[in-house]
C-alpha cells in the first residue's frame, strides 16, 4: 500500500477500535459484526454506479473479488520485475490472500503467466517443478 493509504487506515483504525481486541474486523458494520455479504454487494454496486461504471447484472460485470485477483497478479508482477525470490515471496502473497493452502495461491502464478506473457520465464524458472510433465500415451483398443 502506498504510504497516504496506510496512514489512513491507521487513523481509521485509531477511531474505530477503542480497543486492542484481536477478535474485531478491521472494517465493522454498525453493530460491531463484520458486513454480509449482501451488504458489501450492495455497496460495491453503488460504487460503480456514482463511478459511472456499468455492470451487466450477476456474473456480468466488475465483481469484488476482481479486487483480489488484481492485488495478487500486481504483486507477483512487481516482484518478478524487481528480480524478487518468489519462492520466498510465495508465502507472503499466500497470508496476504487470506489462503489455507499453497494450492490456493498457485492459481495467481497461472493467472499471471497468462496476463502478462514475460513473467512465464521467471515463473517457469522458479515454480517449474510444482507440476511436472508427464507424457500421455494414447491406448488403442
Known amino acids: 500500500m502506498t504510504t497516504t ?3 489512513r487506515c491507521m487513523n481509521y483504525f485509531k477511531k474505530v477500535h477503542n480497543t486492542q481486541n484481536n477478535e474485531n474486523f478491521f472494517f465493522q458494520s ?4 463484520p458486513y454480509s455479504r449482501k451488504s ?3 455497496n460495491f ?3 460503480l454506479l ?12 466488475s465483481r469484488v473479488h476482481d479486487f483480489k485477483h488484481t492485488f495478487a497478479v500486481y504483486c507477483l508482477k512487481k516482484w518478478v520485475e524487481n528480480n524478487k525470490d518468489l519462492s520466498a515471496y510465495l508465502p507472503v502473497l499466500k497470508t ?8 490456493e495461491t498457485s492459481y ?4 499471471t503467466a497468462d496476463t502478462f506473457p514475460f ?3 521467471q515463473l517457469e524458472k522458479s515454480f517449474g517443478t510444482i507440476i511436472p510433465e508427464i507424457e500421455v500415451q494414447n491406448e488403442t483398443d
Not at 454498525?30 to 459484526?33: A, D, E, L, R, V
Not at 456514482?50 to 460485470?61: F, P, Q
Not at 495467481?108 to 493467472?111: S, V
Open 119 to 121: 513473467l512465464t520465464a
Open 40 to 42: 458489501i454487494y450492495f
Open 50 to 61: 456514482k463511478a459511472g461504471i456499468s455492470h451487466g447484472g450477476k456474473g456480468k460485470g
Open 96 to 103: 496476504y490472500l487470506g489462503h489455507k493452502y499453497f494450492s
Open 30 to 33: 454498525c453493530n460491531g459484526q
Open 108 to 111: 495467481y502464478l497461472k493467472l
Open 5 to 7: 493509504l496506510t496512514q
Open 45 to 47: 454496486r453503488q460504487s
